[in-house]
């Protein structure tokens, strides 16, 4: 390969190099690089404190709308640059945290006829996902010829950069793997109940906070699982940021996005997490599907867990898990299932019962709830108010949600009880007062997919 035509790859939370990068053309499956591939069209500039726009430069301590300042570059990519910038209202406002993420849209993006619609549409979007494991978004604007959103700031790293680190990578221990790879799962579960695919999701788009929280970013592109949804039909998925390799068989063949396209990256991050390595080294699954190569999950002592993995990268849609939610089903009953095999073993040895048949009956030991951290102790409480503000609005799925995460840090605290029991009267209250099959039938899978979430499991 020439080098004129020398292609790079670049990812949206990727930091600058010293030398420029330009990506000119498309990657071609058999491109046999370990790094993110992703199709876009974008110049990175050697400067660290400028980006480009059209029309003009940007600088550091340029302001934006007259509002922000910008601070520092800290990354850029096919979207865009996106840079933490000073918010003067909140500022004037004696807001203790005045700073704020900015991203200011790309070239590329901004060619695209209806780049600026598109993105107006999914900030909207983005904006009603009001979740702790997915960033905060907090306005869509333009100045002239810039277009902008603003989000919440974040202290931490990517999650690329953390993969890269294969030291400290060594060092988590298992259990804290486990823990991110829920909180990516639990985020994509709140956004596909709402409808939304990601179908960009891959390390450099999830952020692990000082505090050890993960943030998924870019929902910029998620696009509508059910078109029905929105009036725009138009798809997200047309400007091409496409991550090779973490993009599904289908997103590949240019499909309707489904939840499975999501659970197929989670796999593959689950994988890396787990294990080091992508399971299908790094290709992406069109080359894996014409070399026929299988996938190399981890070896994690666990059946079940290796076979949620498996399933969770199959390569045909038919054969994946179907959304997150399903992923978090089992991932919970993989993991928790050794653990109770052999205290319901030790029960039957110990106390000569032959007749144990649920291991779902052994109880865990209570843990007080003020032995818990303090950053645990906050999460379940937002967690309890995001549950209940939910069930104000009538939405029974996010209460659900919420509660259940909140049951994950503390099973037995009284405000997990009464959130639960709220949510069940709720549906045993449209369960009852059901006048048709219908309405009865509907109340009735309701209150199935109700239970299938740990912290109902128990309930009456």
Avoid: W
């Amino acid at each position: 390969m020439d080098e004129k035509t020398q292609l790079h790859t670049a990812t949206d939370l990727q930091s600058n190099t010293d030398a420029p990068t330009e990506i000119i053309g498309t990657l071609p499956s058999d491109f046999n690089d370990p790094s993110e591939k992703t199709r876009v069209t974008f110049l990175a500039t050697p400067d660290k404190s400028l980006a480009n726009s059209e029309d003009k430069v940007l600088a550091i301590g340029d302001k934006i709308k007259q509002r922000f300042i910008l601070d520092k570059l800290l990354g850029e990519g096919g979207m865009g640059a996106v840079y933490r910038a000073l918010d003067l209202r909140k500022q004037e406002a004696g807001d203790p945290q005045p700073y704020v993420a900015i991203k200011i849209l790309g070239n590329s993006f901004k060619r695209h006829p209806r780049a600026v619609i598109t993105l107006q549409r999914e900030a909207k979007k983005t904006q009603q996902l009001a979740h702790p494991n997915i960033v905060t978004v907090y306005d869509f604007d333009r100045d002239e010829d810039l277009i902008y959103l603003t989000m919440e700031e974040l202290k931490g790293h990517s999650l690329s950069d953390f993969l890269n680190n294969k030291e400290e990578l060594a060092k988590l221990s298992f259990k804290k793997k486990s823990g991110l790879i829920l909180q990516i799962a639990q985020a994509l579960a709140y956004a596909h109940a709402k409808g939304l695919v990601h179908s960009d999701l891959k390390p450099a788009n999830i952020f692990l906070t000082d505090d050890g929280t993960i943030k998924v970013l870019d929902f910029g592109i998620a696009r509508a699982a059910n078109q029905s949804t929105y009036q725009d039909n138009f798809d997200a998925g047309e400007l091409g940021a496409i991550t090779f390799n973490y993009a599904s068989l289908e997103m590949l063949n240019y499909e309707s996005p489904h939840p499975s396209d999501d659970v197929y990256a989670l796999g593959i991050i689950a994988c890396q997490l787990l294990g080091g390595s992508h399971p299908y080294k790094g290709k992406d699954a069109m080359t894996a599907v014409e070399k026929k190569i299988s996938a190399a999950v981890p070896s994690v002592g666990n059946f079940l867990l290796r076979r949620l993995l498996i399933n969770s990268v199959a390569l045909h849609r038919k054969e994946r898990i179907t959304d997150a939610k399903t992923f978090i089903n089992r991932f919970y009953s993989a993991t928790k299932a050794p653990r109770r095999i052999a205290i319901s073993f030790a029960l039957i040895f110990s106390l000569a019962v032959v007749n144990i048949v649920y291991v779902q009956s052994i109880q865990e030991e209570e843990i007080v709830f003020d032995t818990l951290s303090a950053i645990d102790q906050q999460k379940f409480h937002q967690f309890i108010t995001e549950g209940n503000t939910a069930l104000s609005y009538g939405d029974l799925e996010g209460a659900a949600f919420n509660a259940d995460q909140a049951y994950a840090i503390h099973k037995t605290h009284e405000d997990i009880r009464a959130l639960t029991e709220n949510v069940m009267d709720i549906v045993e209250d449209n369960l009852d007062s059901a006048n048709n099959k219908t309405d009865k039938e509907f109340y009735e899978k309701q209150m199935k997919a109700l239970k299938e979430y740990p912290a109902f499991m128990d309930t009456p």
